[in-house]
């Protein structure tokens, strides 16, 4: 129901920060307010045509370094994010932090959209952030984007100018370029269960550290996802394209989503057979620590009457909490 697209930036070599993990691909025009109408081409030309007001650019970024990448790569072993005999919130990397290594990686990606040049702009804005409730995923966004507008309010009320050294800010000093609405949502969180790192405080305690972020569509103050179990494939593979359908429905059209390395595997995993293979490589392959992957969607059209489908807890119970030993014999590497 829907297609995804690479909107890549100039190739690597381009790169003015090398810290930063690219997709190669073709440089993007925003797609607003061109005034075309196409239709889908023939099955063996190579192309697909959508109509424009049904596409989106969509960035995707994975969380910068955490504490817990710097410790499995240590350890060469994912049993240090097992929660052992104790309560999976009192283990150190539960909701594990950005390291100071990632909160200069968020800072650096901040700098390269500064001067990244997109929708006739000579950097890129954004008119909405989306990003996960973890913890690792929130700072990664409070560095990349800085003060989030107030939920609430209007865009042309936000007092927020164009980047600093942009030509934009230099011809008008005082062109408005508002701050994007930071908006909390569970559906983009890490596949969950099994690894400390992927639960998550409750959201009474990390509302206090994140000003102006709006949580008021999570659902649960507790984390009521979390257990001992990992997430299955085919559960992340749905809740993925119900996170793809939710987007749809947004009336934004250049969005940022700051999410994790298996939640994105899981998604673009699902796309990308019609593509040719260098391309399919780029979209499927595991993200790096706060990289920019960015893909136009354009939606068949085919589910816009569907209502959104939810995320309820399952059945079983949250074990954030509990003490009995029950390890599992995973042995994955968590990237």
Known sequence: FFSTVLAGPPSRGHLPLPTITMPGGHGSNSMMEDGFQFR???PDSGFSLFLADRTKKVHFIRHAEGHHNVETAKTGTNKCLWRGDKPARDHPLWDARLTPNGIQQAKDLRAYLATRPSGGRSFTAFDLVVVSPLIRTLETALHIFGRPRTPGLPAFMDPGLAPKGSVERKMQ??????????LVREECRERWGEYVCDGRRPIREIIKEFPGFDFSEVAFDEDMFYEDERESDEHCYDRSVAFLEWLNKRPEKCIAVVTHSSFLRHLFGQFGDTLASDDKASLQRL????????????????????AIRRMVPTKRDSTVSNINFSAPPGKRIKN
Do not use: D, T, Y
């Open 173 to 182: 000093s005082e062109m408005r370029v508002p701050a994007p609405r930071i």
């Open 287 to 306: 993200a790096g620590n706060c990289e920019l992957r960015s893909v136009v969607m354009c939606s068949h059209g085919s589910k816009e009457s569907q």
């Open 40 to 42: 889908l081409g023939p």
